[in-house]
Each structure stands twice: as structure tokens, then as C-alpha cells.
């Protein structure tokens, strides 16, 4: 390649990651920490952090450790602060704050504060060294993955897509019998459970009660793979849950959901069934006074009632007349029949 020729080549580049970030970090996981920061490190901070961004974050935080100091404290502070914090995660305390220490005060303290979580939440019990493979790979690139990363005793790998979403899960033992070539969504399957970062040590007690499982993904409040809780992890979960329920002084309150205030409306119409409540009482305590004197009245007179003399249904006390006392009395022939009889 001539001298004419390298500025146009390097114009090309730069515009190719400029345009592509996400594109770009897919080739440049290929390569070795040093080389990518070797093409990283001389372009403009705008061009260079998407695609920073856009690697998987033990890539990122691999070529994070290995520039100065002062490089790495400007480029965090210019990141995405959960992007940020999930690169710092991925490394040990000593590397962690080598990359801080020339960075501002405020920002240093925020990013560790992101990286720190409160006591019994999932995100404190997670590993955040689990790296994900994407989604858009070939199992030969997620077999050369797995090779990169050298861990042990993996039985399962977590699937993620450009925004580092979580997209499923993949066994380790399909991938080792699918032809290289096939994509890697075809041997993907949906994860059996998903918890958030936040989210309290019951669920996780709760989780393994109801499908016993080895590994549960953790996500933040976007929905983004941020690490991994171990079957270890699990099963001391589950310990800590059964000691403190042995104890119950030590339990903490439930979670009580405040009670919702009923509206002016609601006031209202609690109102008015409560007064038709208290004037059908009314009525009943009337009735049953009326049947009460009736049946008084018929023990004294030591007989059954007559058979047309009832007490009205409607307990308002009226006695039903016979037949032709009630046609006398609104002005209506007798019936000759009753007539004869009287």
C-alpha cells in the first residue's frame, strides 16, 4: 500500500466505526485487548467510545486495564454510566481503582455506587464475570467465545443482542454437537427464570421452589444482562432464608401495601347503601313485631286463627276480609251463595 493511499484508508476506517458502531465491536472482539486499543486510542473520543461501548464488557474492561490511567478515568466518565458500571464490574478492586483514580471525585463516587448493591438484593449476590454471547453470532463464533473466556464447569451460556438485552440461554452441549455454520438463534431457548438486580433474596428462595434450576440470569431495569447467580450462590440464598425464618426475631416486616383512599364518590355511595341498609332493618324489626302480637293474640284466644283473617306479606299489619264483608264495604252486590249461608 502506497503512502498516497493511507489517509484514504484511514478516512474509511474511521467512518466505517463512526457509522457502525455496533458492527465494528463485533469485528474488533476478534482481536486481542492491545491491538483494539491500538485502532481505539488515536481517533477522537466521539468516534471511539461507541464502539467501546458496543463490546461486550469483559472485552471492554480488558482493554480498559491495559491504557493509562487518566485515559480510562476520561472515558468512563463520558460513558454511559450503566455501561460503565457493568466494564467495572468485570474487574478486581486493585484494577478497579487504577482506572478511578483519575477521574473527579463525584464521578468516581457515583460510578462505585453502581457498581455497589444493598444487602440481600440479586444483584449483590450475582457474578458479573459470566460473559453473554450475542445473539447475531454462529455457534463457531460462540464456540471460539467460550474457548476466549476459559472457565469451567459451564453448563449453560446466556444470550444477549445488540443492546445487551437478555435474548435467551444456549447449552454448552448443543453447541458442541451443531454443525459450526448454524446460527446461533436456532439452538437458542428462552431462560427458564429471570430476576432483576434489585430484587429481593425471597424471589430467588421463591424461584428455586417452584422449578429446581442451576444458573437465573440477572437483568437491570432495562432489561440488560448485567451477570449471573450461580447454583452456589442459590443454594446460600436458600440457607440464609431458612435461618432467618427459624428465627423470627430476626425476620423484617412484610411489605404491606398502603390501603387506596376511597374518593368523594366512593364516600357517597357507602352513604346511601348504609341508609338503605338502616331502613330495610327498620321494616323487618317492624314485621316481625306485627306477627308477634298476632300470634299473641291467638294463644289468648286458645284457637287457630280463621283461615281468610292472615297477616299481610307486606308486614304493614292489614288482615285480608271475607268475601262479602269486602263487597258491602265498597258498595258491591253479596254473592247469593254466602248470602244463603249467612
Given at each position: 500500500m502506497?503512502?498516497?493511499t493511507?489517509?484514504?484508508?484511514a478516512?474509511?476506517?474511521?467512518?466505517y466505526?463512526?457509522d457502525?458502531?455496533?458492527e465494528?465491536?463485533?469485528r474488533l472482539?476478534?482481536?486481542a485487548?492491545?491491538?483494539?486499543?491500538?485502532?481505539?486510542?488515536?481517533?477522537?473520543l466521539?468516534?471511539?467510545l461507541?464502539?467501546w461501548q458496543a463490546?461486550?464488557p469483559?472485552v471492554?474492561?480488558?482493554?480498559?486495564?491495559?491504557?493509562?490511567?487518566d485515559?480510562?478515568?476520561?472515558?468512563l466518565?463520558?460513558?454511559?454510566p450503566?455501561?460503565?458500571a457493568?466494564?467495572?464490574?468485570?474487574?478486581?478492586?486493585?484494577a478497579?481503582?487504577?482506572?478511578?483514580?483519575?477521574?473527579?471525585?463525584?464521578?468516581?463516587a457515583?460510578?462505585?455506587a453502581l457498581?455497589?448493591?444493598?444487602?440481600d438484593?440479586a444483584?449483590?449476590?450475582?457474578?458479573?464475570?459470566?460473559?453473554p454471547l450475542?445473539?447475531?453470532a454462529?455457534v463457531?463464533?460462540?464456540?471460539?467465545?467460550?474457548?476466549a473466556i476459559?472457565?469451567?464447569?459451564?453448563?449453560?451460556m446466556?444470550?444477549?443482542?445488540?443492546a445487551?438485552?437478555?435474548?435467551?440461554?444456549?447449552?454448552?452441549?448443543?453447541?458442541a454437537v451443531?454443525?459450526?455454520?448454524?446460527?446461533?438463534r436456532?439452538v437458542?431457548?428462552?431462560?427458564?427464570a429471570v430476576?432483576?438486580e434489585?430484587?429481593?433474596r425471597e424471589?430467588?428462595v421463591?424461584i428455586l421452589?417452584h422449578?429446581?434450576?442451576?444458573?437465573?440470569?440477572?437483568v437491570?431495569a432495562?432489561?440488560r444482562f448485567?451477570g449471573?447467580?450461580q447454583?452456589?450462590?442459590?443454594?446460600?440464598?436458600?440457607?440464609?432464608?431458612?435461618?432467618?425464618?427459624r428465627?423470627p426475631?430476626?425476620?423484617?416486616?412484610p411489605?404491606i401495601?398502603?390501603?387506596p383512599?376511597?374518593?368523594?364518590a366512593g364516600y357517597?355511595?357507602l352513604r346511601s347503601?348504609?341508609?338503605?341498609t338502616?331502613r330495610?332493618?327498620?321494616?323487618?324489626?317492624?314485621?316481625?313485631?306485627?306477627l308477634?302480637?298476632?300470634?299473641e293474640?291467638c294463644q289468648?284466644?286458645?284457637?287457630?286463627p280463621p283461615?281468610d283473617?292472615?297477616?299481610c306479606?307486606?308486614?304493614l299489619?292489614?288482615?285480608r276480609?271475607p268475601g262479602a264483608?269486602?263487597?258491602?264495604?265498597?258498595g258491591g252486590p253479596?254473592?247469593?251463595g254466602?248470602?244463603?249461608r249467612q
Amino acid at each position: 500500500m502506497s503512502a498516497e493511499t493511507l489517509p484514504a484508508v484511514a478516512a474509511l476506517s474511521r467512518r466505517y466505526l463512526q457509522d457502525y458502531p455496533r458492527e465494528a465491536a463485533r469485528r474488533l472482539e476478534r482481536l486481542a485487548p492491545g491491538e483494539i486499543a491500538e485502532l481505539l486510542l488515536p481517533l477522537p473520543l466521539h468516534v471511539a467510545l461507541p464502539v467501546w461501548q458496543a463490546l461486550m464488557p469483559d472485552v471492554a474492561a480488558a482493554m480498559l486495564a491495559g491504557i493509562p490511567a487518566d485515559v480510562a478515568a476520561r472515558w468512563l466518565a463520558e460513558a454511559d454510566p450503566p455501561t460503565a458500571a457493568a466494564v467495572l464490574a468485570q474487574l478486581d478492586e486493585e484494577a478497579r481503582a487504577k482506572c478511578l483514580s483519575g477521574a473527579d471525585p463525584e464521578v468516581a463516587a457515583e460510578l462505585r455506587a453502581l457498581v455497589a448493591y444493598p444487602e440481600d438484593v440479586a444483584g449483590r449476590i450475582m457474578d458479573p464475570n459470566v460473559a453473554p454471547l450475542r445473539a447475531d453470532a454462529s455457534v463457531g463464533d460462540a464456540l471460539q467465545r467460550l474457548k476466549a473466556i476459559r472457565r469451567r464447569g459451564l453448563r449453560e451460556m446466556f444470550v444477549v443482542d445488540d443492546a445487551r438485552q437478555l435474548a435467551g440461554r444456549v447449552e454448552i452441549h448443543d453447541l458442541a454437537v451443531t454443525d459450526p455454520a448454524v446460527p446461533l438463534r436456532e439452538v437458542t431457548r428462552p431462560p427458564i427464570a429471570v430476576v432483576g438486580e434489585l430484587d429481593p433474596r425471597e424471589d430467588l428462595v421463591a424461584i428455586l421452589q417452584h422449578q429446581p434450576i442451576n444458573e437465573v440470569p440477572v437483568v437491570d431495569a432495562h432489561g440488560r444482562f448485567v451477570g449471573v447467580i450461580q447454583h452456589t450462590a442459590l443454594l446460600a440464598a436458600v440457607a440464609q432464608e431458612t435461618t432467618v425464618a427459624r428465627h423470627p426475631r430476626a425476620c423484617r416486616p412484610p411489605r404491606i401495601a398502603p390501603r387506596p383512599t376511597p374518593s368523594r364518590a366512593g364516600y357517597a355511595a357507602l352513604r346511601s347503601v348504609r341508609r338503605r341498609t338502616a331502613r330495610r332493618g327498620e321494616g323487618e324489626v317492624q314485621r316481625l313485631g306485627i306477627l308477634r302480637g298476632f300470634h299473641e293474640l291467638c294463644q289468648r284466644s286458645r284457637h287457630a286463627p280463621p283461615r281468610d283473617v292472615l297477616p299481610c306479606s307486606a308486614g304493614l299489619g292489614r288482615a285480608r276480609m271475607p268475601g262479602a264483608a269486602r263487597r258491602e264495604r265498597h258498595g258491591g252486590p253479596a254473592s247469593p251463595g254466602r248470602a244463603g249461608r249467612q
